[in-house]
């Protein structure tokens, strides 16, 4: 039978190059949505001034309550409350009830006492959701050394049953959404003793939970640095899951603070983020928050919509309960524009924004340090601020300035102001200066307090304008800007501010020169003396003149700037006009909306007038109250072509700022839905093939269409990783290949990719060989041949690399066991003939591809 076979192969076998793209690691992920914005503006956030809750005095609760749920439900709030009856004691939950949200009527019991063994030290940190009609409570169970995440639950809010702890090992703070999505119920919660990232798990019943993973990482150099941890239970919106949390970045005491921001997950998978904040919306500021059992804290816990108003609870210091009250923003497409003569585009439900402005506020300046240099003679320079910390002037003269007087400063004399050991420790800042510089030398000082703060010019010679501040740890942050944005032998204001996550520099009007994120708690105290135009004994004078400088323990607004600067002074009392407004024909005006923040003794009043021809008022409303948070009036005047609106604005103090912080007028829905994606745009760098020696800076450049552009999404090998505002993002990346491209999303929801996707290697550009044996192999039909394959990692980086083979006879297959691994590894190639497969000599080729090679 020898004489039947017949030779099929001499098989030849070559390495193939293949570019192919493995996923890597990245952050946590993110979903577009339409749904990208919170329903509250982050600014509109108004505090009480004072806690609305506190500890008894005696009983369980005497020495601290905090950290609440609150439920509003039949017209009544609900709150359950962590309580202590001792510093460091047994924690217990209490109740207590509200007609308005504000005053209080508590009960003489807990709501929920440790009763069983694995709550034993505690029942602490309630969060209260309604699902269907049952009321369900998760709250943390505290044995002494581990903390597990336990459930009650209500029919009545009165009288609770202990359903047990969800998970055996180490979590808390679980916040479940109110509703089924997907099938399931979801819950946000913490898994890590140590804090860290947001984890999520679902469940069918309530009853029975399963961990998942990450869906909340947290992010270098923000407020959420060092832990993610989740407030109250999630708001379902129409196109999204709304989360507020709480994070610290660094350890509380250590200059840490624990603050409030948001994040939206999306509606169809509540593992995705749609849009997540830049930086916190709420703080600790008030000395209740920042002193007492845990420094530096507000913890938001409760949150309830009553009306057209949002409600939010938080824990001040582990020893109050403050509220924080903002209007609620429920509209999915509102155009906001800073301009006072910009027509709004696109569709809106309900009815259309015919005009739309922002920014209106009657100045009251609060600067803790205001050095106006005007004495105009002697040793003194008054301070016209709060403080009262007059200065010594040191060998420097007076003379004429930008307002009224100001003092000359010669390097040469050592000239300066020493002010002394003040104004430190805040969790805020802002200096503002008029500078006449002759000259810039070295480290030449406008003002100084070392170790606290200094903005000076010429930082060690490089040529920039610095702002830098310390931490309570001692650890400094620089921002740089060129000096020659404050030319010399000119005048120009100059503007540094930190609002405890953020420093910018401003020159003149409020132009931004540069910023920079610095997220910590409060400034650094030092014994060092704050001097102005140069540091205390001299070394590193200023040259040339200095006139109103101020200090505040608060970051300005750009509008306060911009005011500062055009030299509005601080008053009781102001008006505001838009001027007629043509709306290019008759229209009905329905409806003036307007937003303000009002405290005690504030007044803001709004009058619409209409005309036929621009110049003669046909008819007006008259003068309407405003109220504090969001006051709509309906209008009744006739189809009018212009339209005109009226502000006035007062206080019974200049210490306060009343604000309209925008008013709208609405029509007959009659604009047309803006379906234009936003304008093409192209990726700049990290280039296409580049290999970064580190985790790069993605950088784009782009231009919008008449909607604007809201936000863009980074996509790093199929996952959306943030949604920024700038062109910008930097990565925090393993070492691996990366595809990356950017998606611009607009205000109305259209989208547009950018122009091409650029691929990089990070850790260099893998290099692996491979090798053969044997290298021929001679079998006839319907038979097998193994060979052995040797895959070895030879430079860049490390991937996992998968083999192919192609070239065969017709009829034949070759499996590879195994297919792919990461090198060095081996594997056995087994080609099988079929008993149709013609004879002939075929050169087999094997490849390996993996991370792009």
Known sequence: MRGNLRPISFFLFTLLVFALFPISQVSATVQASAESRPPFTPEEWVKENTPVFGPSGSGFDAYAAYN??????????????????????????????????????????????????????????PRVVKIDNVFWMTYTAYDGSTARQALARSTDLENWEKVGVVF???????????????????????????????YYATSTDLLHWTMGGVVLRRRAGYFDSLTIEPGPPPVVLDHGILLIYNSLDAPLGSGGALRSGWVIFSKDDPTKIVARCERPFLQPELTWERSGQVPDCVFSEGLVRVENMWYLYYGAADMHIGLARAPVRERTAILSVDTYDEWAAGYLSGSAVLRQYGGIRLLGLDPVGWWKFDDGSGLTA???????????????????????????????????????????GFSGLSIVAWIYPRSKPHNGEIVKKDLVYLLRVNESQLGTTAFMVWDSSGTKYT????????????????????????????????????????????????????????????????????????????????????????????????????GWMDLGEARTVREVEVEASLSSGENVRVAVLTSSDGQSVRENTGWRPVSNGVTKIPLSLAPARFVRVDLTLS?????????????????????????????????????????PSQSPLLEWQASSDESGILHYEVWVNGVNIENVTSTSYQTSLENGCYEWWVVAVDMFGNRRESTGRHVFYLGGRPSFSLSVSPVSAQISPGQQAQFSISVVHTAGIMVAVSLSASGLPPGATATFSPASGTPPFSSVLTISTAAASPPGTYRIAVSASGGGV
């Open 479 to 578: 921002l740089e800007v060129p000096d020659d944005s404050f030319p010399n032998n000119s005048w120009s204001m100059i503007a540094a501010t930190w609002d405890g996550s953020m420093m910018r520099i401003y020159r003149d009007n409020a132009v931004k020169l540069g910023e920079r994120n610095a997220s910590f708690g409060r400034l650094n105290s030092s014994p060092n003396a704050l001097t102005i135009g140069n540091q205390p004994g001299g070394g590193e004078g200023f040259e040339g003149l200095i006139d109103e400088v101020m200090i505040f323990s608060r970051a300005l607004s750009e509008e306060e700037i911009a005011m500062i600067y055009s030299g509005v002074p601080a008053g009781t009392s102001g008006g505001w006009s838009s």
């Open 68 to 125: 609440p749920a609150v439920v509003y439900h039949n017209g009544r709030f609900y709150m359950f409350y962590r309580a202590q009856a001792s510093p460091g004691g047994i924690s217990y939950i209490g109740m207590a009830t509200s007609e308005d949200g504000l005053s209080w009527q508590r009960r003489s019991t807990p709501a929920i006492s440790p009763t069983e063994s694995y709550e034993s030290r505690g029942c602490e940190d």
């Open 382 to 424: 008054t301070d016209s601020g709060s403080g009262g910390n007059s200065g010594t002037v040191i060998n420097a003269s007076w003379t004429s300035g930008k307002v009224g007087g100001a003092l000359d400063f010669v390097r040469a004399s050592e000239s300066r102001v020493e002010v002394g050991d003040v104004l430190e």
């Open 168 to 198: 055996q090992t180490w979590s808390k703070s679980g916040a479940i959404v109110p509703e089924k999505i997907n099938g399931r119920y979801w819950m946000y919660l913490e898994t890590d003793p140590g804090g860290g990232d947001l």
């Open 651 to 691: 206080t019974e103090s200049s210490a306060y700022s009343p604000t309209v912080y925008r008013f709208a007028l609405y029509g007959e829905p009659t604009v047309a839905p803006d379906n234009t994606p936003p304008a093409s745009f192209s990726l700049l760098g990290p280039e296409n093939g580049s290999e």
